[in-house]
């Protein structure tokens, strides 16, 4: 019997600030508490969310010209990526995919696929694996091709899943405006002219590419 096992990502980062976090007046500050990355940070908990890739400044701001200054974003990444108030952002995330899938002046998206993909954004943020279907570390593509099934009703055939090396924002384009069954590999896909980084990541952990010009 097969086994399939999903597992489901998301996964919280919190960004760290070392550095000048002693006085220079005060060589006793031994004794000072030592959550100090918080207090520089500002608050304590999530700041961001490695799931599904532009998430935020992408699908949910509804800001042209600054995005990270909407406030919908920074709570939007605080909440546990499980457990999303969907209430509070489900109409930007339906509105933005509709601009989106007309960009091309082409609706690919129906009301069904739209509708699900919207619930799923507006309340989590994940990413589906299958460790039964085959990964391509040197040529993945991987990204999005498990949801993308799960709306077109078709069978899934890779684990799912971003890896290092993957293009997510070609993927991310063509998902948006193209709709759920156009892939990066069509030949009217839509590309931003970057296909990769300036050196691929490793295949090892952890999965750092040599740095450049060495
Ligand atoms: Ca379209
Ligand atoms: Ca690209």
């Not at 924002?169 to 709709?179: A, K, P």
Request: charged fraction near 20%; aromatic fraction near 8%.
């Amino acid at each position: 019997m097969k086994t399939t096992k999903i597992i489901a990502l998301g996964l919280l980062s919190l960004l760290c600030a070392y550095g000048c976090s002693q006085s220079t007046e005060d060589d006793s500050a031994s004794d000072q508490p030592t959550d100090s990355e918080d207090a520089l940070i500002g608050f304590k908990g999530s700041v961001d969310q490695v799931g599904v890739v532009e998430a935020t400044t992408i699908m949910l701001t509804t800001t042209t010209i600054a995005p990270p200054l909407d406030s919908a974003l920074d709570s939007y990444n605080q909440s546990d990526p499980f457990r999303i108030a969907a209430g509070t952002y489900k109409n930007a995330f339906a509105s933005n995919l509709v601009k989106f899938d007309g960009i091309d002046g082409k609706k690919d998206w129906s009301a069904d696929q739209a509708a699900k993909w919207v619930a799923r954004m507006s309340s989590a943020n994940f990413q589906v694996i299958d460790t039964s279907k085959p990964c391509n570390f040197d040529d993945p593509h991987t990204y999005l091709e498990i949801e993308r099934a799960a709306l077109t009703g078709a069978a899934h055939e890779t684990c799912g899943g971003r890896m290092p090396n993957e293009d997510a924002l070609d993927v991310t384009m063509n998902f948006l405006v193209r709709g759920p069954a156009a892939s990066v590999n069509d030949q009217d896909a839509l590309s931003d002219g970057v296909d990769q980084a300036t050196q691929k990541a490793d295949s090892a952990f952890p999965y750092l590419a040599d740095l450049n010009g060495l």
